[in-house]
């Protein structure tokens, strides 16, 4: 029998963690939950893994907590995935809890709603097919968003179109998606999981200190500086960590000629 988790961990440093249930639309139960976590605290002890892609197999990317499993079971809200938050502990949806600590993309097609919309927002990128729903479907139900969803949408689109999904659950598509900055880009059916390694193969080729230091910056202005003056003490320190180990040695390379007038198309690896 298959794993309801896929992970290929490619030689280039990609990871992609695929959540394979296409009969339940990829919806998570508590084993696929696990397997989910630990598939994501691999990526994160592997120094040889530098990006992750999240994904669905099939037509789905995750339809939510598993709620056929929900009324055919008795429901232990006291369960393994159900303990209150302590640091990285596992939530509901496995991962929901983590700040990871390497880029992750989500390569979205189908639908991402109720708890897949949460799992999905663990990424910095989104990659969207065509035919995306994004949704609080859960809304419906009186199943609470408890995996992040009322902290981190906000955080990625603004409170007020938060506060319109959250307490409406209509369905966002594809052009509104990248409209609210849900989306990073749209892209034609079938096609989200490569379009996303295009993008992780462009970021394994910058300089990764850096680029994981600014990244890590974000994350602690959004979510955990207590003022403006924190969050710019906090850029400042840790960028200037950078500096020695890859800034003197990339002005270096631009001063010999290298990536002028805006090319990319030169590998910046240090």
């Given at each position: 029998?298959?794993?309801?988790?896929?992970?290929?961990?490619?030689?280039?440093?990609?990871?992609?963690?695929?959540?394979?249930?296409?009969?339940?639309?990829?919806?998570?139960?508590?084993?696929?939950?696990?397997?989910?976590?630990?598939?994501?605290?691999?990526?994160?002890?592997?120094?040889?893994?530098?990006?992750?892609?999240?994904?669905?197999?099939?037509?789905?990317?995750?339809?939510?907590?598993?709620?056929?499993?929900?009324?055919?079971?008795?429901?232990?809200?006291?369960?393994e995935n159900m303990q209150p938050v302590k640091?990285?502990?596992?939530?509901?949806?496995?991962?929901?809890?983590?700040?990871?600590?390497?880029?992750?993309?989500?390569?979205?097609?189908?639908?991402?709603?109720?708890?897949?919309?949460?799992?999905?927002?663990?990424?910095?990128?989104?990659?969207?097919?065509?035919?995306?729903?994004?949704?609080?479907?859960?809304?419906?139900?009186?199943?609470?968003?408890?995996?992040?969803?009322?902290?981190?949408?906000?955080?990625?689109?603004?409170?007020?179109?938060?506060?319109?999904?959250?307490?409406?659950?209509?369905?966002?598509?594809?052009?509104?998606?990248?409209?609210?900055?849900?989306?990073?880009?749209?892209?034609?059916?079938?096609?989200?999981?490569?379009?996303?390694?295009?993008?992780?193969?462009?970021?394994?080729?910058?300089?990764?200190?850096?680029?994981?230091?600014?990244?890590?910056?974000?994350?602690?202005?959004?979510?955990?500086?207590?003022?403006?003056?924190?969050?710019?003490?906090?850029?400042?320190?840790?960028?200037?960590?950078?500096?020695?180990?890859?800034?003197?040695?990339?002005?270096?390379?631009?001063?010999?000629?290298?990536?002028?007038?805006?090319?990319?198309?030169?590998?910046?690896?240090?």
């Open positions: 029998m298959a794993s309801s988790v896929l992970v290929d961990i490619e030689p280039s440093g990609i990871t992609v963690v695929a959540i394979n249930r296409p009969q339940r639309k990829n919806a998570v139960d508590p084993s696929t939950a696990k397997r989910l976590y630990e598939a994501i605290l691999a990526f994160e002890a592997d120094a040889r893994q530098k990006v992750c892609i999240l994904t669905g197999v099939g037509d789905t990317f995750c339809a939510g907590a598993d709620l056929h499993q929900v009324t055919q079971t008795d429901h232990d809200t006291h369960g640091g990285r502990n596992p939530g509901p949806m496995g991962p929901s809890r983590l700040m990871v600590q390497k880029p992750v993309l989500c390569a979205v097609a189908g639908y991402a709603v109720a708890g897949g919309l949460e799992l999905s927002l663990l990424a910095d990128l989104h990659v969207v097919e065509e035919d995306v729903v994004f949704g609080v479907f859960c809304r419906r139900w009186g199943v609470p968003l408890i995996d992040g969803g009322t902290v981190r949408l906000q955080a990625i689109i603004g409170l007020g179109r938060a506060m319109d999904m959250i307490l409406t659950g209509r369905p966002v598509k594809a052009e509104e998606a990248f409209a609210m900055g849900l989306a990073n880009r749209i892209v034609p059916k079938g096609e989200s999981l490569r379009h996303a390694r295009e993008i992780a193969h462009q970021l394994i080729a910058f300089p990764g200190r850096c680029l994981n230091t600014d990244r890590r910056s974000c994350h602690y202005s959004a979510f955990e500086a207590s003022s403006f003056q924190d969050a710019m003490a906090w850029e400042f320190e840790a960028g200037r960590e950078v500096i020695q180990a890859e800034a003197i040695a990339g002005a270096k390379k631009f001063s010999q000629g290298l990536g002028r007038h805006g090319n990319f198309g030169t590998t910046n690896k240090l």
